[in-house]
């Protein structure tokens, strides 16, 4: 009785302290020494722009845009800031901020508010931003990363205004504006300082992207622009206070931004080294020389003259309207990871559908997109699991991958793929034939029936009742075929495979592998 008592109060602390599992008593993780840099502790905090995959934009009811469009097509007064027009919250972007802050485990705020950021640069129409520093949507949280199990906890979420886009002509000495993304929703999501090598700030905006993508709350693709990450870097020795930060801004890529934090880490220590100090500063970054330069040191940097925005009023959350958002909330990854393996996927298959779906574009509007998880679940219905992953990822993404396509370029609808199957499982074409068939279908960009497909195509299974047509197919094979013959005899059954292959392109793919098989068995005794 006493040591089940322990093991249940043991299980309770475990829970309790899971999100800080990590960390020693003052809350701070446990220094561990790393190889390239060996007495020095490397510290990462990261502030995250992402979109919100919301139709219209963040204050006003214009359409929101694509990198690429025409420039100054999707642009309100509101958002070209001409006086008189006012900011109207967009619900969407409510919403999808607060599903990604259910997602972070963050507490979301009864009350926030919003506050407009002065500064003066030709891509801020209005002068300032609008953005929630001081009483941010939602406070706290952590993001549990898969590799190492680490917790990186978030300190605050907020809501703001995207910029416009300004383009430096260097040969004709101006800047071009384009108002498109001027006034679209952003989400900040700031991280407490706990990475601690470059590696776990890739892991972290990984898994970030992964949970966007999952709520439908952003696209995450830092190449096109839609999440863009500053991050901030210091050094300290060991089981010494954190360093100086310094903040480094525009990294287009997961990978740039690992090389970025190494170069940054070099540079820090070669100052300490030295005898110098770090001082703060915001940097950018040079891909071609993989290290960062100075923008602008901490005296430099502008005063933003924070104040309360007068025409929008606090935003109030109740209760029953987060616990709606938090009902209809989408499953995220490491649940989907978890119900997959449960159907009887194997970890490994279960990963290659989630990156299929990671890399994919989301709904607006929290709508669901695309996904290479969902197209499974309904493949998966009345079906063998095993079946539908096993056509899904080596024939589907498979044949799709060997023509360079993705799986947003799918043209195979979920109902032929699935009536292909029933096809394949019910014998009435033979497996041969059903690759054969999909590859038909997507080649030809085919919406016909399967059924209708193999018909035309010759390939419904022959009807061999009494199996006389195979047995002509593996005589004629056995003739054309005497050196495999005699090495089959010998014993070397690993021939066998030509002669079944031989019998397969003389019934043109319609005969049963297996019946092949064991009527040349029969016949090579
Ligand atoms: N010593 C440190 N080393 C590395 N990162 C740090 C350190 N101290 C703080 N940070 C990180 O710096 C970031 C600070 O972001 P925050 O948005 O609060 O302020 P800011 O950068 O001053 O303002 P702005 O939003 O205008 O850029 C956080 O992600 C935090 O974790
Ligand atoms: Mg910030
Ligand atoms: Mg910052």
Same mark, same amino acid.
Do not use: Y
């Given at each position: 009785m006493i040591i089940r008592q322990c093991s249940w109060r043991a299980r309770q602390f475990q829970?309790?302290?899971?999100?800080?599992?990590?960390?020693?008593?003052?809350?701070?993780?446990?220094?561990?020494?790393?190889?390239?840099?060996?007495?020095?502790?490397v510290v990462v905090g990261i502030e995250v722009h992402a979109q919100i995959k919301s139709r219209r934009k963040l204050f006003s009811d214009t359409r929101t845009s694509r990198p690429g469009e025409t420039p100054n097509a999707f642009v309100s007064s509101y958002d070209a800031a001409l006086p008189g027009t006012l900011p109207t919250l967009n619900p969407k972007c409510v919403e999808l901020a607060v599903r990604t802050a259910l997602a972070l485990n963050s507490q979301i705020q009864s009350r926030s508010a919003f506050d407009r950021k002065h500064y003066f640069y030709s891509d801020l129409p209005a002068g300032y931003q609008i953005t929630q520093r001081y009483a941010p949507l939602a406070q706290g949280g952590y993001l549990r990363l898969p590799q190492g199990g680490v917790n990186v906890r978030i300190t605050q979420i907020q809501l703001e205004q995207d910029t416009a886009k300004s383009t430096l002509d260097a040969r004709r000495r101006v800047t071009q504006v384009d108002l498109n993304r001027a006034g679209s929703g952003l989400m900040e999501i700031v991280s407490e300082p706990d990475m601690r090598s470059p590696e776990e700030a890739g892991d972290y905006v990984r898994t970030l992207q992964a949970m966007l993508r999952s709520v439908g709350a952003s696209d995450g693709s830092m190449e096109l622009g839609s999440l863009r990450c500053d991050v901030n870097v210091s050094v300290n020795k060991l089981g010494y206070p954190h360093g100086t930060r310094c903040e480094i801004k525009n990294l287009n890529s997961v990978k740039f931004m690992t090389v970025a934090i190494t170069s940054e880490v070099f540079r820090h220590i070669q100052l300490l080294e030295s005898g110098q100090t770090v001082p703060q500063e915001t940097r950018g970054f040079d891909e071609a020389k993989a290290e960062t330069f100075k923008l602008r040191s901490k005296e430099d940097s502008p005063d933003y003259r924070y104040m309360p925005d007068p025409n929008l009023p606090p935003l109030l959350l109740s209760p029953e309207y987060i616990d709606c958002i938090r009902k209809s909330m989408p499953e995220l990854p490491e649940a989907t990871r978890r119900r997959l393996t449960r159907m009887g996927l194997t970890e490994q298959e279960a990963e290659v559908l989630m990156a299929v779906d990671a890399g994919r574009e989301v709904g607006f509007d929290g709508e669901p997109g695309k996904g290479a998880v969902a197209y499974f679940d309904?493949?998966?219905?009345?079906?063998?699991?095993?079946?539908?992953?096993?056509?899904?990822?080596?024939?589907?993404?498979?044949q799709l991958a060997a023509r360079k396509e993705t799986f947003s370029d799918n043209p195979v609808s979920l109902g032929q793929l699935g009536e292909l199957i029933?096809?394949?499982? %019910?014998?009435?074409?033979?497996?041969?034939?059903?690759?054969? /068939?999909?590859?038909?279908?997507? =080649?030809?960009?085919?919406? &016909?029936?399967?059924?209708?497909?193999?018909?035309?195509? %010759?390939?419904?299974?022959?009807?061999?009742?009494?199996?006389? /047509?195979?047995?002509?197919?593996? =005589?004629?094979?056995?003739? &054309?075929?005497?050196?495999?013959?005699?090495?089959?005899?010998?014993?070397?059954?690993?021939?066998?495979n030509r002669l079944v292959g031989k019998v397969m392109q003389l019934s043109g793919g319609r005969a049963n592998a297996g019946d092949v098989r064991s009527v040349l068995g029969e016949l090579l005794q």
């Open positions: 829970q309790l302290w899971r999100p800080f599992n990590f960390r020693n008593l003052h809350g701070q993780r446990e220094a561990l020494e790393d190889k390239r840099w060996p007495g020095w502790e309904r493949l998966a219905q009345g079906r063998n699991a095993r079946t539908a992953v096993n056509w899904m990822t080596h024939e589907l993404l498979g029933d096809m394949v499982q %019910s014998s009435k074409i033979t497996g041969t034939s059903g690759k054969t /068939l999909l590859r038909h279908i997507i =080649s030809h960009r085919s919406t &016909a029936s399967p059924l209708t497909l193999a018909q035309e195509l %010759s390939l419904v299974a022959i009807s061999d009742d009494d199996g006389v /047509l195979v047995k002509k197919w593996c =005589s004629e094979a056995i003739e &054309a075929l005497p050196e495999e013959v005699d090495k089959v005899r010998q014993g070397n059954l690993k021939v066998m």
